[in-house]
């Protein structure tokens, strides 16, 4: 199972558990995870 395989490699990396969830494609809207410009002018 990916989600499984996932919490495994969280734990191996960072060695912490984690509670992973597999959400269907497109459950968050794309500028959620993309960064924010901002200019200083």
């Given at each position: 199972?990916?989600?499984?395989?996932?919490?495994?490699?969280?734990?191996?990396?960072v060695?912490i558990?984690?509670?992973?969830?597999?959400?269907?494609?497109d459950?968050f809207?794309?500028?959620?995870y993309k960064?924010?410009?901002?200019?200083?002018?």
């Amino acid at each position: 199972e990916v989600a499984a395989r996932c919490a495994t490699a969280v734990r191996d990396a960072v060695g912490i558990e984690a509670t992973i969830e597999v959400v269907p494609r497109d459950t968050f809207p794309r500028s959620g995870y993309k960064a924010t410009r901002l200019v200083d002018s």
